[in-house]
């Protein structure tokens, strides 16, 4: 996939769509601030625990989420019991459609990588690049591998993710400082 195309073609879209700005709460009926078990109990797909990698953030993950017509993986994330995150992990062939439907919901990107970031994504391994929509509570990022191998992840964040977690990181280490 080319993911520079994406880039390319959001520079029509900025052109034609005027700004529009959502209050991302969540996704769709999970809504940032909800307990681990009440996200457990939407059913959503087969939430299992995982270890998050950051200490204080708990991750539930599946790999039975339905987007697109598809079954791929999704995860949330919590700190100090709060869903804060929602991540799907869709087929990197669909980002630029994606890049697309999120353009028109939610209007011209909050921020982005530029041109040269996108096209890194396909000439070289361990890059990224991303479009982020509704003040950077919205993220659709596409990463590229040791391999060479492409993925993509569609974020939904709550404005307070960033802050908590800083939070968080602070108070585990401030006897260590």
Do not use: W
């Amino acid at each position: 996939m080319r993911t520079a195309k994406i880039i390319k073609r959001l520079g029509i879209f900025l052109a034609i769509f005027p700004l529009n700005v959502y209050a991302v709460d969540g996704y769709k009926q999970l809504k940032f601030g909800m307990s681990a078990q009440k996200i457990l109990d939407s059913g959503i797909c087969s939430l299992e625990e995982y270890g998050s990698g950051q200490p204080g953030v708990d991750y539930y993950g599946c790999d039975d989420f339905k987007f697109g017509g598809q079954e791929v993986e999704a995860g949330a994330f919590f700190i100090d019991g709060e869903f804060l995150r929602f991540g799907i992990m869709p087929s990197v062939e669909v980002a630029l459609s994606m890049a697309d439907g999120l353009i028109n919901k939610y209007g011209n990107p909050s921020s982005s990588s530029s041109v040269a970031e996108f096209e890194a994504v396909d000439h070289y391994p361990n890059r990224e690049a991303f479009l982020a929509f509704d003040n950077n509570t919205v993220y659709l990022k596409v990463m590229s591998g040791e391999d060479y191998s492409q993925s993509a992840i569609l974020l939904y964040t709550s404005p307070l993710y960033d802050s908590k977690l800083m939070t968080l990181q602070k108070s585990l280490m401030s006897d260590d400082l």
